[in-house]
């Protein structure tokens, strides 16, 4: 039972396998819009099956998958944390601003699964955050299996090799490790090859939890694998309702009758007293590819993590546009010579929509030290911004994310009087 005097959060998670299609501009936000996921926290995306043009940047970014989700999240509040990617896999993982100076670590690692681990368009990627204290982390595990249902053991060999390395077990937090896990995972129903049949067994049974349970429990690999130790024993998985999410006929709700329809697309997560599943289901309005999404919501509670203080920007003060900009930074709680490297960076953000990719930015390589009111002082210079508002944030390399962000600043036009003008000064808080 979760804890009613702690700190709660909103995890969503959601799963698609993408067939190749390319993002439909008004069915993609309805979709987003409709499963709510500028409501939660902490927002993670899995998508399987991108192009090659998709995922290696030789087509325009406004028709890549990547950045009609991004501009989406981003208008409504949410900021890219991060993106990362393996052979024609996607993971993309949002948050809040205000939880930026919280995340003491971000780390992400990848499994390869195909022709023995050379390639990727088989494998796993996993993301987890660590939080200011080191109590908490979150987790999440993208994955796209082996398919067919004669690859039963292919699939559990490949979760057995990406379980410890994906879920961070040699790096434990303190209190709660949270772990979700997603995908294309590309269980089957094995009973029979007959999918006529299979359809119309399971077609009145949508939205009715204790029958289609009691199906899937009979017919479904993974169900089996679960309670047989082959694969996903530490995990659970909450009930389902949904109809089979694969194979469709694109373009429609209709089943593929070319293969047994099944639940390949699920989410499953690690048992946890403070984690509650609040939701989970399809979406069978995006007829795009041969699979439906899938979406699962959860709510965690937590100890409020503590604020890091590693980072301390001076307030800026007046300052104009046309004029080279200087700001000044001190380390705190021995963060240098603990985390530091000359690939850190110090970046300038018009709207912090997301953390790795800056206004522009400077390499720590390129600061230089001062004694500014007695005090030693780092200054990191920058060439000359418009008029607007800006942030700085200073990322660390080891860490992986953002460790501080100063509060907003104003460059004024150079004609302009701002003698009156109160600039906001600089802090670590948002």
Same mark, same amino acid.
């Given at each position: 039972m979760?804890?009613?005097?702690?700190?709660?959060w909103r995890?969503?998670?959601?799963t698609?396998?993408?067939?190749?299609q390319?993002p439909?501009?008004?069915?993609?936000?309805?979709?987003l819009?409709?499963?709510?996921?500028?409501?939660g926290?902490?927002?993670?995306? +899995?998508?399987q099956e991108?192009?090659?043009?998709? =995922?290696?940047?030789?087509?325009?970014?406004?028709?890549t998958?990547?950045?009609h989700?991004?501009?989406?999240?981003?208008s409504?509040g949410?900021?890219?944390?991060?993106?990362?990617?393996?052979?024609s896999?996607?993971?993309?993982?949002?948050t809040?601003?205000?939880?930026?100076?919280?995340?003491?670590?971000?780390?992400?690692?990848?499994?390869r699964?195909?022709?023995? +681990?050379?390639? /990727?368009?088989k494998?796993?990627?996993?993301?987890?955050? =660590?939080?200011?204290g080191?109590?908490?982390?979150?987790c999440? =595990?993208?994955?796209?299996?082996?398919?067919?249902?004669?690859?039963?053991?292919?699939?559990?060999?490949?979760y057995?090799n990406?379980?410890?390395?994906?879920?961070?077990?040699?790096?434990?937090?303190t /209190?709660n490790?949270?772990?979700?896990w997603? +995908?294309d995972?590309?269980?089957?129903?094995?009973?029979t090859?007959?999918?006529?049949k299979v359809?119309?067994?399971?077609?009145?049974?949508e939205?009715?939890?204790?029958?289609m349970?009691?199906?899937?429990?009979?017919?479904?690999?993974?169900?089996?694998?679960?309670?047989?130790?082959?694969?996903?024993?530490?995990?659970?998985?909450?009930?389902?309702?949904?109809?089979?999410?694969?194979?469709?006929?694109?373009?429609?709700?209709?089943?593929?009758?070319?293969? =047994?329809p099944?639940?390949?697309?699920r989410?499953?997560y690690k048992?946890?007293?403070?984690?509650?599943?609040?939701?989970?289901?399809?979406?069978?309005?995006?007829?795009?590819?041969d699979?439906?999404?899938?979406?699962?919501?959860?709510?965690?509670?937590?100890?409020?993590?503590?604020?890091?203080?590693?980072?301390?920007?001076?307030?800026?003060?007046r300052?104009?546009?046309?004029?080279?900009?200087?700001c000044?930074?001190?380390? /705190?709680?021995n963060?240098?010579?603990r985390?530091?490297?000359?690939?850190d960076?110090?970046?300038i953000?018009?709207n912090?929509?997301?953390?790795?990719?800056?206004?522009k930015?400077?390499?720590?390589?390129?600061?230089?030290?001062?004694?500014?009111?007695?005090?030693?002082?780092?200054?990191?210079?920058?060439?000359?911004l418009?008029?607007?508002?800006?942030?700085? /944030?200073?990322?660390?390399?080891?860490?992986?994310c953002l460790?501080?962000?100063?509060?907003?600043?104003?460059?004024?036009?150079?004609?302009?009087?701002?003698?009156?003008?109160?600039?906001p000064?600089?802090?670590?808080k948002?």
């Amino acid at each position: 039972m979760i804890d009613l005097g702690r700190t709660k959060w909103r995890l969503i998670t959601l799963t698609y396998n993408v067939n190749g299609q390319k993002p439909d501009p008004e069915a993609v936000p309805q979709l987003l819009e409709n499963e709510n996921l500028a409501g939660g926290d902490f927002v993670a995306i +899995g998508l399987q099956e991108l192009t090659h043009s998709d =995922v290696g940047n030789f087509m325009p970014p406004e028709e890549t998958w990547a950045k009609h989700i991004a501009d989406w999240m981003t208008s409504r509040g949410s900021v890219l944390l991060k993106r990362t990617y393996l052979a024609s896999n996607m993971l993309l993982l949002f948050t809040r601003i205000h939880f930026l100076t919280k995340i003491s670590s971000v780390d992400f690692r990848y499994i390869r699964a195909t022709m023995g +681990g050379l390639a /990727g368009y088989k494998g796993s990627i996993a993301v987890r955050i =660590v939080f200011g204290g080191d109590k908490t982390s979150i987790c999440f =595990v993208t994955s796209h299996m082996f398919h067919s249902e004669k690859f039963y053991w292919k699939r559990a060999e490949q979760y057995k090799n990406s379980y410890s390395q994906c879920t961070f077990r040699d790096k434990p937090a303190t /209190g709660n490790d949270f772990v979700m896990w997603m +995908g294309d995972l590309n269980w089957r129903v094995d009973t029979t090859m007959d999918a006529e049949k299979v359809a119309k067994a399971v077609s009145p049974l949508e939205g009715n939890e204790a029958a289609m349970g009691e199906y899937i429990q009979a017919n479904d690999q993974l169900s089996r694998a679960m309670e047989l130790g082959h694969a996903f024993n530490h995990f659970v998985e909450g009930s389902i309702s949904f109809l089979p999410t694969y194979r469709l006929l694109v373009g429609t709700t209709n089943f593929d009758l070319k293969r =047994v329809p099944s639940w390949c697309d699920r989410v499953l997560y690690k048992e946890d007293d403070n984690l509650a599943l609040i939701r989970y289901n399809s979406y069978s309005r995006i007829t795009l590819s041969d699979h439906l999404p899938v979406i699962a919501e959860f709510e965690c509670s937590i100890d409020e993590p503590l604020e890091l203080e590693l980072i301390h920007f001076l307030p800026l003060q007046r300052w104009y546009s046309g004029v080279p900009l200087s700001c000044r930074f001190r380390f /705190g709680q021995n963060y240098w010579r603990r985390d530091g490297s000359y690939k850190d960076w110090i970046g300038i953000y018009e709207n912090v929509t997301e953390v790795e990719n800056p206004l522009k930015y400077v390499f720590a390589l390129t600061t230089f030290d001062e004694l500014f009111e007695g005090i030693p002082t780092v200054v990191a210079e920058f060439s000359a911004l418009d008029s607007g508002i800006y942030r700085i /944030g200073y990322f660390s390399y080891n860490r992986g994310c953002l460790i501080a962000l100063s509060n907003p600043f104003v460059v004024s036009l150079p004609h302009l009087s701002t003698a009156t003008e109160a600039l906001p000064s600089t802090s670590m808080k948002p």
